[in-house]
């Protein structure tokens, strides 16, 4: 691709951003359309905000298919808002009751990009608790919580007590109650 043309696509999408905030939606549509079916480096930005509006109807019929094919899309290819699909993908399957393929979304985030999700942890650890998504591995899952340990100040409460060997811990379900309420106390002293 040329540089002229880089720069066209640039000053498109630039373009279809700024129509898209004035509530500009059909030259919003026809800019990152362009740009969509293109090898421009904002092909998948572009085809975020073609899923926003699919999935809002802003200037065409509301089209949840379209909009899930286009954010499965930018969730996995290189975009500035690859978490951004994430999250909306995982919030679809939760309300389709797909809640194990909800938390591998969520689970995708937090490996990949956790600070996108403020308290993703216990989101996780949450969902894993009520039956709404599995580790599926032993050794991921102690390895989350083992993190959550490590993560958080009061943690080193429980580390002193375990040496001392006034706190005994039997097994990974154990472990994983007194992580969680340890990640609770730390992050409501955070607030």
């Not at 899930?68 to 930018?74: A, M």
């Not at 951004?84 to 194990?100: C, G, M, R, T």
Request: charged fraction near 25%; hydrophobic fraction near 40%.
């Amino acid at each position: 691709m040329s540089a002229k043309l880089k720069d066209e696509y640039g000053r498109l999408y630039k373009t279809g951003v700024r129509a898209y905030e004035i509530n500009n939606y059909i030259t919003s549509y026809n800019c990152f359309s362009s740009i969509a079916s293109s090898d421009s480096k904002f092909k998948y930005n572009a085809k975020f905000y073609l899923a926003k509006q699919y999935e809002n109807g802003l200037g065409m019929s509301k089209s949840c298919s379209d909009a899930f094919d286009l954010y499965s899309e930018v969730s996995n290819n290189i975009s500035k808002f690859k978490y951004d699909a994430k999250i909306w993908l995982a919030s679809y399957f939760d309300s389709k009751k797909d809640h194990q393929k909800a938390f591998e979304f969520y689970l995708d985030i937090y490996y990949g990009k956790p600070q996108n999700i403020r308290g993703i942890e216990l989101l996780l650890a949450e969902r894993v608790e009520k039956g709404l998504g599995d580790f599926k591995d032993d050794e991921k899952a102690f390895n989350f919580y083992s993190y959550l340990y490590k993560a958080a100040v009061h943690f080193k409460a429980l580390e002193a007590l375990m040496e001392a060997g006034a706190l005994i811990i039997h097994d990974l379900n154990e472990f994983i109650q007194y992580i969680k309420i340890l990640t609770l106390f730390s992050i409501l002293s955070w607030l």
